[in-house]
């Protein structure tokens, strides 16, 4: 008992750190982590419905549930090619305040990981400001994780 009390009283000064949580996304060869508040669902490829004169990244619109949710390519976005849909490809359904439900297609879902600030790294430079989609790089184990900064992702300032 001493002993507990001696450790607690040592302790006393130690905060714990707060940690959020993040869905890791494999795009390519990357790994992107999600904040997993903005998360409201995974679902698997399904019909997606293409719409006309949409932004060259809006892939279509699926049905989910009743609600009709637009679902953009991040690959086309981020300029990194076209998407490549395989048996692990997903649709991660954002629900976002001011735009409602999202769905973005990612390679493939890994796990939910755990990360507080002192794990990530913000001073994250990009060498065009316009198209900054990260808003830090977590280290989790011995791996480096770009967080998406969701709303620039979402946000469309030509649309």
Same mark, same amino acid.
């Given at each position: 008992?001493? $002993?507990?009390?001696?450790?607690? =009283? ?8 707060? $940690? ?14 999600? !904040?997993? +508040? ?13 719409? %006309? ?6 892939? /279509?619109?699926?049905?989910?549930? /009743?609600?009709?949710? %637009? ?5 086309? &976005?981020? /300029?990194? *090619? ?6 692990? +490809? ?12 999202? *769905? ?5 879902? &890994?796990?939910?990981?755990?990360? *507080? ?7 994250? &430079?990009?060498? &065009?400001?316009? @198209?900054? #989609?990260? @808003?830090?790089?977590?280290? =989790?184990?011995? @791996?480096?994780?770009?967080? #998406? ?5 979402? !946000?469309? %300032?030509?649309?």
């Amino acid at each position: 008992m001493d $002993k507990k009390n001696e450790v607690k =009283h040592k302790d006393t000064n130690v905060v714990e750190e707060e $940690k959020k949580q993040y869905i890791i996304c494999r795009i390519g060869d990357e790994q992107y982590g999600l !904040d997993i +508040s903005f998360v409201d669902n995974i679902v698997r490829m399904q019909k997606i419905t293409r719409v %006309p004169k949409v932004q060259y990244y809006y892939i /279509g619109i699926i049905n989910l549930r /009743g609600e009709v949710v %637009p679902v953009m390519s991040v690959r086309r &976005k981020m /300029g990194l *090619g076209e998407d490549e849909v395989t048996n692990k +490809s997903r649709i991660v359904i954002l629900k976002m305040e001011e735009v409602g439900y999202v *769905g973005i297609l990612v390679d493939e879902v &890994k796990e939910v990981i755990a990360l *507080g600030e002192s794990e990530i790294n913000r001073n994250v &430079k990009a060498k &065009k400001q316009d @198209n900054v #989609f990260i @808003n830090g790089i977590g280290k =989790h184990d011995d @791996n480096l994780i770009s967080i #998406f900064d969701i709303s620039a992702i979402i !946000d469309d %300032p030509k649309a």
